[in-house]
């Protein structure tokens, strides 16, 4: 069906199955190669509202990964999280061949793991403030080192049970991304306040949110172990590495870190934007991604 929730763009809403449930994906019409455009956390896909219609020539997808935003929620008692195997199943869906990977935030490593598992279908990267292993430029939230910290799991679940425990936590992780938490129109309230509590047309993401969490630290291991190997040296392909200046936890330094593990990169360096260039400073990032890449 017709999807009219950034500005009537012609995007078909699909429900698309994945190994566990149904992911929703939107299928905005244009220009191959297609951008294929992913969240991270704990957010969804409407971190992209302001850049979609930016890119109105170009044939975009945007997803929300399963259990989070509108798509299906997932049992994740046996814990684990696979979302490459969920990228894979959505562009074998769309039929898509050869794509633009955009990373933000978590999804940053899930673009490049695609990468590096299918470098076929993958035309370029472009990752928004995002991160790769172990890094002495990276600097975790506290939020996400409590919920991530095997130790704290207790203190955690207690503080997450709790829902002004819960709202205390994402205000006082919004205000050291430079953020009002009570700005109804900010990217905090329209996309990763509904992760946590839920919304009139969707339950929380709290199981998700806890499932990616745990699996963080050792995630960063086994990333150490690919960057060894050379895995991501090896990717002959252009990567775009764009960040916002303001963003003092993955950083402009984090960016120029990474950019050395690759083997064509090139580094933006976003003015005017923290955490989400794409929603602080959607032109900026929309040429950028509009035009050929320079690495």
Same mark, same amino acid.
């Given at each position: 069906?017709?999807?009219?929730?950034?500005?009537?763009?012609?995007?078909?809403?699909?429900?698309?199955?994945?190994?566990?449930?149904?992911?929703?994906?939107?299928?905005?019409?244009?220009?191959?190669p297609?951008?294929?455009?992913?969240?991270?956390f704990?957010?969804?896909?409407?971190?992209?509202?302001?850049?979609?219609?930016?890119?109105?020539?170009?044939?975009?997808?945007t997803l929300?990964?399963?259990?989070?935003?509108r798509?299906?929620?997932?049992?994740?008692?046996?814990?684990?999280?696979?979302?490459?195997?969920?990228?894979?199943?959505?562009?074998?869906?769309?039929?898509?061949?050869?794509?633009?990977?955009?990373?933000?935030?978590?999804?940053?490593?899930?673009?490049?793991?695609?990468?590096?598992?299918?470098?076929?279908?993958?035309?370029?990267?472009?990752?928004?403030?995002t991160?790769?292993?172990?890094?002495?430029?990276?600097?975790?939230?506290?939020?996400?080192r409590?919920?991530?910290?095997?130790?704290?799991?207790?203190?955690?679940?207690?503080?997450?049970?709790?829902?002004?425990?819960?709202l205390?936590?994402?205000?006082?992780?919004?205000?050291?991304?430079?953020?009002?938490?009570?700005?109804?129109?900010?990217?905090?309230?329209?996309?990763?306040?509904?992760?946590?509590?839920?919304?009139?047309?969707?339950? +929380?993401? !709290? /199981? *998700?949110?806890?499932?990616?969490?745990?699996?963080? &630290?050792? %995630?960063? $291991?086994?990333?150490?172990?690919?960057?060894?190997? +050379?895995? !991501? /040296? *090896?990717?002959?392909?252009?990567?775009?590495?764009? &960040?916002? %200046?303001? $963003?003092?936890?993955?950083?402009?330094?984090?960016?120029?870190? !990474? /950019?050395?593990?690759?083997?064509?990169?090139?580094?933006?360096?976003?003015?005017?934007?923290?955490h989400?260039?794409?929603w602080?400073?959607?032109?900026?990032?929309?040429?950028?991604?509009?035009?050929?890449?320079?690495?």
């Amino acid at each position: 069906m017709p999807d009219d929730t950034v500005g009537g763009l012609g995007g078909v809403t699909r429900m698309v199955p994945v190994p566990g449930g149904r992911v929703h994906v939107i299928d905005y019409p244009g220009v191959t190669p297609p951008l294929v455009l992913m969240h991270g956390f704990p957010d969804d896909s409407r971190i992209y509202d302001r850049l979609v219609p930016l890119l109105a020539a170009r044939r975009v997808v945007t997803l929300d990964w399963l259990g989070y935003g509108r798509s299906d929620r997932a049992d994740h008692a046996g814990g684990g999280v696979d979302h490459q195997r969920e990228l894979r199943a959505v562009l074998d869906s769309l039929q898509l061949g050869r794509v633009v990977l955009v990373g933000h935030d978590a999804s940053g490593p899930d673009a490049i793991g695609f990468a590096v598992a299918d470098p076929g279908r993958v035309g370029q990267l472009v990752l928004l403030n995002t991160y790769y292993g172990h890094a002495p430029s990276l600097r975790l939230p506290e939020m996400i080192r409590l919920l991530a910290d095997p130790g704290l799991t207790p203190l955690a679940d207690a503080m997450i049970a709790d829902p002004g425990q819960r709202l205390w936590l994402l205000a006082h992780t919004a205000r050291q991304f430079g953020m009002d938490p009570a700005d109804q129109d900010g990217v905090a309230a329209r996309s990763s306040l509904p992760q946590f509590f839920g919304g009139d047309t969707q339950p +929380s993401a !709290l /199981a *998700a949110i806890r499932a990616w969490t745990a699996d963080l &630290f050792p %995630a960063l $291991d086994r990333q150490d172990t690919r960057i060894a190997a +050379s895995d !991501l /040296a *090896a990717l002959d392909l252009p990567v775009t590495l764009a &960040f916002g %200046a303001a $963003d003092q936890h993955l950083s402009p330094d984090l960016a120029r870190h !990474l /950019a050395g593990m690759f083997r064509h990169p090139d580094v933006r360096i976003v003015d005017g934007a923290s955490h989400w260039p794409q929603w602080d400073q959607p032109a900026e990032v929309a040429k950028l991604l509009l035009q050929p890449p320079r690495g």
